[in-house]
């Protein structure tokens, strides 16, 4: 899923793929249930979405979506290359 912040991917994936696995760099962002933007650990979040995103294609999930703004290419490039 690709889009600026706020422009309703979770809600479009929530909506429209009610099974799927979602994958979301911005879960690590939460502490104590709410969203905590943390830029300097950006780089080992987005890296733990990757393993989480590589695991469960190993499981074979059906439907994995990261929930990412993924805007830039050099973003999405480690999913294709996993």
């Avoid at 991917?9 to 929530?14: L, Q």
């Avoid at 989480?52 to 490039?77: G, H």
Wanted: proline share 4%; aromatic share 12%.
């Amino acid at each position: 899923m690709r889009g600026v912040s706020g422009a309703g991917k979770d809600w479009w994936i929530k909506s429209n793929l009610p099974n799927a696995k979602i994958i979301s760099t911005d879960d690590y962002h939460m502490v104590n249930g709410k969203f905590v933007f943390q830029k300097e650990k950006l780089g080992e979040f987005h890296n733990l979405s990757l393993l989480a995103f590589i695991s469960e294609c190993q499981k074979k999930t059906p439907l994995v979506v990261v929930n990412n703004t993924n805007v830039r290419m050099f973003e999405l490039a480690p999913f294709f290359q996993s």
